[in-house]
């Protein structure tokens, strides 16, 4: 979905670097997740927003902060990564009137060597 | 706790074959199902979702699928597969007596042959 955007595509980094997701939309909604997905694996929740107040854990949310530092915007951080952290993830978005319908960024391709 | 199976890691129709994409869920309350769609080097699209009603729910491109209370599962169909149907498949749950979030299954790769 062209509204939800992910920067960078693609990125390279080594093990105890900290790096930053980040995942803009513009499709109004005040809800955003971010998943990472492994092969055979699906999709795992790592952090989700309500609003901006609202910050909640997910399924895998240790190594992995987050900040939602305005409705369109919610940035995913790795405070110091580690090879098991390669993964693709994505941002998504959904409405409060129908949360379950979400609305998928590109992906980011994180390698960590 | 919710889960979802889809037992198939993979799965291969022919072109103008009809298709099924398996998935089975455990919640201790009712369901809300979902089936999305992974085409490469992109992120997920919602195809369709069950919520109350009819236990026959039509989707985009075609698709359909069956919420099925007894067997608890909830199989993705289409008659006449194409080969651009070829994608990552997808069944989510939710739990509406006690979950906030979707559970994603580990997906379907279903691959059209021509």
């Known amino acids: 979905d062209a509204d939800v955007t992910q920067t960078p595509r693609n990125r390279i980094t080594k093990t105890g670097k900290r790096i930053m997701l980040e995942c803009s939309q513009t499709k109004g909604h005040d809800r955003m997740y971010w998943y990472r997905q492994d092969p055979g694996l699906g999709l795992r929740l790592i952090y989700y927003?309500?609003?901006?107040?609202?910050?909640n854990k997910g399924e895998i949310s240790d190594g992995y902060s987050v900040s939602r530092q305005a409705q369109a915007k919610f940035s995913l951080s790795l405070e110091s990564a580690i090879p098991n952290q390669t993964a693709l993830y994505f941002c998504?978005?959904?409405?409060?009137?129908?949360?379950?319908?979400?609305?998928f960024g590109p992906g980011t391709r994180l390698l960590v060597l | 706790a919710q889960s979802v199976a889809q037992p198939e890691d993979q799965v291969n129709v022919a072109e103008g074959n009809p298709l099924t994409v398996k998935c089975t869920y455990s919640v201790s309350g009712n369901p809300y199902l979902f089936w999305y769609v992974q085409y490469p080097n992109r992120g997920l699209q919602f195809l369709l979702k069950y919520i109350t009603g009819d236990n026959l729910v039509k989707g985009s491109y075609g698709f359909e699928a069956e919420f099925n209370k007894s067997q608890t599962s909830f199989h993705l169909k289409k008659p006449s597969a194409l080969v651009s149907d070829s994608a990552l498949y997808f069944c989510?749950?939710?739990?509406?007596?006690?979950?906030?979030?979707?559970?994603f299954g580990s997906g379907t790769q279903l691959t059209v042959l021509p």
């Open positions: 989510a749950v939710r739990d509406i007596g006690s979950a906030r979030q979707l559970t």
């Open positions: 998504a978005t959904s409405d409060q009137g129908d949360r379950e319908t979400q609305y």
């Open positions: 927003s309500f609003d901006v107040k609202d910050i």
